[in-house]
């Protein structure tokens, strides 16, 4: 089994910036893609950023150019830097790690853009 555990969301004003972390632990060999996915209310959950262990990226057209993916592949962690956010970015964030058997999810980190 994976866990994941998400931190660094909070209270943000539009053009301001913040870095989600994600952690995986328990029993794994290697993780392939660490990825973010996000669910605002009333919304369904969306895909916003990915990365391989080779360090290959994607990102949703939404926030191209804004947010980065990061991993560290000896900590099991990935990053997301977001930047210039907006108030549609408000959403909890999930980390997401998929694998054979099933996909893992994180509890979610809550992100507030607020004027």
């Known amino acids: 089994q994976v866990q994941l555990v998400e931190s660094g969301g909070g209270l943000v004003q539009p053009g301001g910036s913040l870095r989600l972390s994600c952690v995986a632990s328990?029993?794994?060999?290697?993780?392939?893609?660490m990825a973010w996915y996000r669910q605002a209310p009333g919304k369904e959950r969306e895909s916003v950023a990915g990365?391989?262990?080779?360090?290959?990226?994607n990102y949703a057209d939404s926030v191209k150019g804004r947010f980065t993916i990061s991993r560290d592949n000896a900590k099991n962690t990935v990053y997301l830097q977001m930047n210039s956010l907006k108030p549609e970015d408000t959403a909890v964030y999930y980390c997401?790690?998929?694998?054979?058997?099933?996909?893992?999810w994180g509890q979610g980190t809550q992100v507030t853009v607020s004027s």
């Open positions: 990365i391989t262990s080779g360090g290959s990226t």
């Open positions: 997401n790690v998929p694998t054979v058997q099933r996909d893992y």
């Open positions: 328990g029993r794994i060999f290697s993780i392939y893609i």
